[in-house]
């Protein structure tokens, strides 16, 4: 290959590089802050489930704090905003996932209240009027006029329109729906760490409701994906001192025969007093390149982060347990009800498998980019061996 393709191949793999990290980071970044920090049980389509009736009597003030509840119901056209599907909730679910409302939202005096109040976002809000302020307007669902008492902002982008369904949602409290006693909840969920979280089991998850709820730890979920970056540094890293070990090769070569040449006719304290300076110049640039990748490990050092389920607690060779746990969870993910929080599952998915890819690519242009460099040098050293003649 000549000089100018060499070139040009070095320039395409280093751009391809940057954009594809650039992405990289975009969607670890950005996923990694839309998942809430929740550990969350979602009904399976074929189960029946706990109801709200049987949420009300064990739940108490106690560690309902942060604990969210709701259920979707049906797709309904509302004449205010189209077609949406209307989202039972309790006083919790907003502070749970983290979603910031403006005004009111759902609270507990609605929920003791049964007042008609609903939560919408702010392209349906936008649509009810020009400037969306629309808090204290009514719309009409059921037959019952609900008063906007809050608005979300809808979030959008490209990983948001391929992991979620078509439908808005509108929120509202789960005692103003007829018949709320016996709905099933879609999905319980409390946030990590928190005193409701230990308390879930005493909502009636036993080991015998495993059939009727799928475990799901979005917790990890976020933390898997916040530590992409820190694998991608790692990469870099690790390419980095494969380039950083040629450098010094080169280096110490270069070191190694001027002393050596002057060894030849002096002593070595003689030589050492010729060379100090040189000396400590390369010994200047050695320290230098070395500490450049020891400063990427320590202040973004990777981490494995592994869901527990994964880990067999007898033997962690065992590749039956791995393939079983996969296989069940994906089993579990299809048979999950397109509710609001599905969306979570659909993101963390949709979002590893474009992670995975852009990792496995940048691997290889990050390779490539190394073999493009070592070339256009091994070029370079060719072009001054022959000028040099």
Not at 146 to 168: A, W
């Amino acid at each position: 290959m000549d000089k100018k393709h060499k070139h040009i191949s070095l320039t395409v793999s280093i751009i391809l590089f940057l954009l594809l990290t650039t992405v990289f980071f975009y969607i670890s970044i950005t996923v990694a802050d839309e998942i809430p920090l929740v550990m969350e049980y979602d009904r399976s389509r074929l189960s029946s489930g706990i109801t709200f009736a049987t949420y009300e009597k064990l739940t108490s003030k106690s560690y309902k704090e942060d604990l969210s509840v709701y259920a979707e119901l049906d797709p309904v056209v509302l004449d205010e905003i189209g077609k949406v599907k209307p989202v039972l909730v309790n006083e919790n679910y907003f502070k749970v996932y983290s979603i910031h409302v403006g005004g009111s939202g759902i609270n507990e005096q609605h929920i003791l209240n049964r007042t008609p109040a609903i939560v919408i976002n702010d392209k349906a809000a936008m649509s009810m009027s020009l400037d969306g302020n629309v808090i204290g307007k009514q719309i009409t669902l059921y037959g019952s006029d609900f008063t906007v008492v809050g608005i979300y902002k809808k979030p959008d982008g490209f990983l948001r329109e391929i992991s979620s369904d078509i439908y808005d949602r509108v929120y509202i409290p789960y005692t103003c729906y007829d018949n709320y006693a016996e709905i099933s909840i879609d999905a319980l969920a409390a946030i990590k760490g928190t005193y409701s979280e230990k308390a879930l089991p005493l909502l009636g998850l036993t080991e015998a409701d495993t059939n009727f709820y799928n475990e799901n730890d979005l917790a990890i979920k976020h933390d898997i994906t916040a530590n992409f970056p820190n694998l991608l540094i790692f990469v870099f890293t690790l390419i980095l001192a494969v380039i950083i070990i040629k450098i010094l090769r080169r280096l110490i070569k270069q070191l190694y025969h001027k002393l050596h040449e002057d060894y030849q006719n002096n002593n070595l304290s003689v030589v050492l007093r010729h060379n100090w300076l040189y000396i400590f110049f390369h010994v200047l640039i050695a320290v230098f390149l070395l500490a450049v990748p020891i400063t990427l490990l320590v202040l973004f050092p990777p981490k494995l982060i592994i869901s527990p389920n994964y880990i067999p607690f007898d033997n962690i060779f065992d590749l039956k347990h791995y393939i079983e746990v996969f296989t069940s969870q994906i089993q579990q993910f299809n048979a999950n009800l397109p509710c609001g929080n599905n969306y979570y599952l659909h993101l963390f998915s949709i979002s590893m498998i474009l992670l995975s890819s852009s990792f496995v690519v940048i691997t290889v242009l990050s390779m490539e980019t190394i073999k493009s460099i070592k070339a256009y040098i091994q070029l370079f050293r060719n072009n001054a061996a022959v000028y040099h003649h």
